[in-house]
């Protein structure tokens, strides 16, 4: 079975930084994109990074391009969200997901495999 274990939330002030961690198991780590969501409260999922095992290619949601980056070691199976510069907007539940299809496809049509949400809270 595929799992993923999302972590490395809580609350930090505006200009803070968090690193959020998802730990996956269960499938080949090497071959799958994983991806990164937030959803805040009375609002709708939002995209927030993905990164291809497979090639390394990376992609941002514009509202994080410059402060977050995403990376991987295969090692440790696990993807790391780096998150600079908070602000109070970022304050969501954050969620990784897992697919094999790629990051494109899959922040387009969908990711198969999701992780329980980990909660980000930015205070101004």
């Known amino acids: 079975d595929v799992q993923l274990q999302a972590s490395g939330g809580g609350l930090v002030q505006a200009g803070g930084s968090l690193r959020l961690s998802c730990a996956a198991s269960?499938?080949?780590?090497?071959?799958?994109?994983i991806g990164w969501f937030r959803q805040a409260p009375g609002k709708e999922r939002e995209g927030v990074s993905c990164?291809?095992?497979?090639?390394?290619?990376?992609s941002y949601g514009d509202s994080v391009k410059g402060r977050f980056t995403i990376s991987s070691d295969s090692a440790k199976n696990t993807v790391y969200l780096q998150m600079n510069s908070l602000k109070p907007e970022d304050t969501a539940v954050y969620y990784c997901?897992?697919?094999?299809?790629?990051?494109?496809?899959?922040?387009?049509?969908?990711?198969?495999?999701w992780g329980q949400g980990t909660l980000v809270t930015v205070s101004s």
């Open positions: 997901a897992a697919d094999w299809v790629g990051c494109l496809a899959a922040m387009k049509f969908g990711f198969t495999s």
């Open positions: 990164i291809s095992n497979r090639d390394g290619f990376t």
């Open positions: 269960g499938f080949t780590f090497d071959d799958y994109a």
